[in-house]
T-cell receptor
């Protein structure tokens, strides 16, 4: 079974802090994704990566950056956290045209 | 127009009922289709893929109508444990930068005893 692991289930940070969310997958998938999910808005794609060191903006990249130095790891960075970035963050990986597999999610609160 | 559209519901049904959800997609060249299930405060999990000829998995039946660009999910003999949000998911043609899925906002199902 595919395993996608996110570093934290719950995280509380302060406004202006730099926040790192880590995601690791064990299936050698080339594609990895970061989403945020808010009530009534569904899943919104922040960034995705189709190969090491390759990244593409999703639908809502503002205020975020990403890093993919190794194939198995995809990091989401909030450069200067703001309260409107309080959300559930979900990482996913995908090989080819197969379905995506998600991590457990990180509930991030920015105070 | 959204790439993938679903009725948000909620659909409130009694145990044992049959319920159906529809979903429409905008890109006629989309390649593959899925239904995901998401429980409250949990991550989405793949429920089933949707094949052109239609497919069944126990009480769940998925169908695809490419001409009308919609996908359906039918749940028979609903159980309390079927209560969840059901996400319609479409794989558009691969872009210049690889493959991704597009998620609908989800349909809420509540099964009551």
């Amino acid at each position: 079974d595919v395993k996608v692991t996110q570093s934290s289930r719950y995280l509380v940070k302060r406004t202006g802090e730099k926040v790192f969310l880590e995601c690791v997958q064990d299936m050698d998938h080339e594609n990895m994704f970061w989403y945020r999910q808010d009530p009534g808005l569904g899943l919104r794609l922040i960034y995705f990566s189709y190969d090491v060191k390759m990244k593409e903006k999703g639908d809502i990249p503002e205020g975020y950056s990403v890093s993919r130095e190794k194939k198995e790891r995809f990091s989401l960075i909030l450069e200067s956290a703001s309260t409107n970035q309080t959300s559930m963050y979900l990482c996913a990986s995908m090989g080819g045209v197969r379905p995506q597999h998600f991590g457990d999610g990180t509930r991030l609160s920015i105070l | 127009r959204k790439e993938v559209e679903q009725d948000p519901g909620p659909f409130n049904v009694p145990e044992g009922a049959t319920v159906a959800f529809n979903c429409t997609y905008s890109n006629s060249a989309s390649q593959s289709f899925f239904w995901y299930r998401q429980d409250c405060r949990k991550e989405p999990k793949l429920l089933m893929s949707v094949y052109s000829s239609g497919n069944e998995d126990g009480r769940f039946t998925a169908q695809l109508n490419r001409a009308s660009q919609y996908i359906s999910l039918l749940i028979r003999d609903s159980k309390l444990s079927d209560s969840a949000t059901y996400l319609c998911v479409v794989n558009p043609p691969p872009g210049e930068y690889g493959n991704k899925l597009v998620f609908g906002a989800g349909t809420i199902l509540r099964v009551k005893s």
